[in-house]
């Protein structure tokens, strides 16, 4: 077993920041710097059961990885089953905690843990720790990012591979649902507000309509 730690601190409420990494289907808006391919395995992509499939494009290999959210603790923990590797034989936890330092200010602390299943799982999980750790890193700065230097397009989502909303009894969730289609975050929000604001300043005989 072998284990790394990593942490951040972010400008937004810790509900704010385990509402979005709750819900599976916006974490390539953080991840996508190092994972490819990324789809929910189910078409509900929020809490507990919630469950997601990628490739990580490691330098020792494009290993796939399936995770799914074993536990829920709104607003304070996340706890991820990982699978990873041939055939999934590969082991690993992930645990999320989300701490309220101050008034809008939250640590978000992840501790991952690996348990390669023979030596040469092990060997490849040692030689490029070093670059999960830096990647990981980086995504829990693009996270802060969300929330305190969001971008002006929305963020990418994503969604289950052949999912077409009208058949999403098929996939466990309502007709007509998509998780692509989820909710906007931090900036995204308010600039949506900014501009119903702007909008309801002109006068309607001078608006144009789109």
Same mark, same amino acid.
């Given at each position: ?31 996508? =710097? ?12 929020? #809490? ?8 990580? !494009?490691?330098?020792? #290999?494009?290993?796939?990885?399936? $995770? ?22 590969? !082991?690993?936890?992930? &645990?999320?905690?989300?701490?309220? &330092? ?9 501790? %991952? ?10 060997? @490849?999980?040692? $030689? ?5 750790? @830096? ?7 693009? %996270?802060?990012?969300?929330? &305190? ?11 289950? *591979? #052949? ?8 996939? #466990?969730? =309502? ?16 600039? *949506? ?18």
């Amino acid at each position: 077993m072998s284990a790394f730690t990593a942490a951040t601190t972010i400008t937004a409420e810790p509900a704010q920041v385990y509402n979005f990494v709750a819900d599976l289907a916006a974490w390539p808006a953080v991840v996508d =710097h190092f994972v490819a391919d990324y789809r929910l395995a189910r078409a509900n992509p929020v #809490g507990r059961g919630a469950a997601a499939r990628f490739q990580v !494009r490691s330098p020792v #290999g494009k290993p796939y990885v399936e $995770l799914d959210v074993y536990s829920a603790e709104r607003p304070r923990e996340l706890l991820l089953r990982i699978r990873y590797g041939r055939v999934g034989r590969n !082991r690993a936890v992930c &645990e999320l905690r989300f701490v309220a &330092e101050s008034t809008g200010v939250t640590r978000v602390e992840l501790l %991952l843990e690996t348990y390669p299943a023979t030596r040469f799982d092990r060997l @490849r999980d040692a $030689l490029c720790s070093l670059w999960l750790r @830096r990647r990981v890193a980086a995504a829990l700065e693009r %996270l802060r990012m969300v929330f &305190e230097e969001p971008p002006a397009e929305p963020l990418r989502r994503a969604t289950v *591979a #052949g999912l077409e909303p009208d058949k999403g009894p098929r996939f #466990g969730a =309502h007709a007509g649902a998509d998780p692509a289609l989820g909710t906007r975050w931090a900036g995204e929000r308010l600039r *949506a507000r900014g501009a119903r604001a702007a909008s309801a300043t002109v006068p309607r005989s001078q608006r144009v309509d789109g």
